[in-house]
């Protein structure tokens, strides 16, 4: 501790400490810095994680909405309660907060502290796993979670469902890299337009990468934010200049009951699966506006 304090007093003062001669007296600076990059780096803070499921019509039923598929082709959605999803697990990478800062910690580089430079919001996929950069940060517990669109929480676009989360005890200083999410299975159970609709998704994973600053650092007030929106699983979007419309395509069997899984209705059931993965579209980190911590 003695040796930290000195550096940080050193560093503070650079200019005016006193080193062995007049040769070696940059070299000495450098090794100061290294060394206390290397202290910074090493420091771990506790964050916790708000994953959310919602929809965005702004009100307390996240149960039920409407879209529509062409417009103005409306289509009643009813979440039943039977719904669940059965996790498997959610991670974080992290990144140094600034190129400077990125410093390897493996025991052959300890006594040199060699800098590594990566562009914020990248993961550094060279660095050792028994790096604070190269680890992965686990914030979801693992089981099955149902009741899935019944309220316990709001948010900006109004009600929402807060999964229960694992604070991260030791999650380092830096900025969000990305956060992987994994499932055993989704089951939903619901009603459109009056038609019982089964869907299967089986195992899977979703990386979510941020579009702003994430900072991860001492003195943050609130939760790292994850959105999970079961209502835009359904949405129409484009693809290439292409529409495709899922609730379009699934109207063409009513009436139902109707299951899609990776056997039964394969078209549906693999425009799920790629709605999954779009980016932004199920799954996302909220945008960032001034003054709004995320």
């Known amino acids: 501790m003695k040796n930290h304090m000195a550096l940080i007093l050193c560093l503070g003062l650079v200019s005016q400490c006193t ?30 994680t708000n994953l959310r499921s919602y929809d965005d019509q702004a009100d307390d039923n996240i149960n039920q909405f409407s879209l529509t598929s062409p417009s103005p082709t409306s289509f009643n959605i009813s979440i039943q309660s039977s719904t669940y999803i059965n996790w498997e697990t959610g991670s974080y990478r992290i990144n140094p907060p600034s190129q400077i800062l990125g410093v390897s910690t493996t025991s052959s580089e300890r006594s040199t502290a060699v800098a590594k430079t990566h562009t914020p919001f990248t993961v550094p996929l060279d660095l ?38 694992t604070k991260v005890t030791n999650m380092p200083l830096g900025v969000v890299a990305l956060a992987n999410v994994s499932w055993e299975e989704i089951y939903i159970r ?52 292409s529409p495709v419309r899922f609730l379009q395509q699934l109207s063409a069997l009513f009436p139902g009951p109707i299951v899609i899984s990776k056997v039964s209705n394969v078209s549906l059931y693999n425009i799920l699966q790629q709605n999954l993965q779009a980016e932004d579209i199920v799954f996302s980190f909220p945008g960032c506006f001034p003054g709004v911590e995320r």
């Open 19 to 48: 080193f062995g001669s007049v040769g070696d007296r940059e070299e000495e600076k450098l090794v100061i810095l290294q060394n206390l990059i290397f202290f910074n780096n090493n420091q771990t803070i506790p964050i916790g």
């Open 128 to 165: 050792p796993a028994d790096d604070l950069y190269g680890k992965t940060y686990p914030f979801l517990n693992a089981g099955t979670i149902s009741n899935i669109t019944q309220f316990n929480s709001t948010m900006e676009t109004g009600a929402s469902f807060l999964f229960s989360n």
């Open 190 to 241: 619901m009603t459109v337009n009056g038609n019982d609709i089964t869907i299967l998704l089986p195992q899977g994973n979703k990386i979510i990468t941020p579009k702003c600053k994430i900072p991860i650092k001492n003195g943050r007030s609130g939760n790292v934010e994850i959105l999970f929106s079961l209502s835009s699983l359904f949405q129409d979007r484009t693809v290439s200049g």
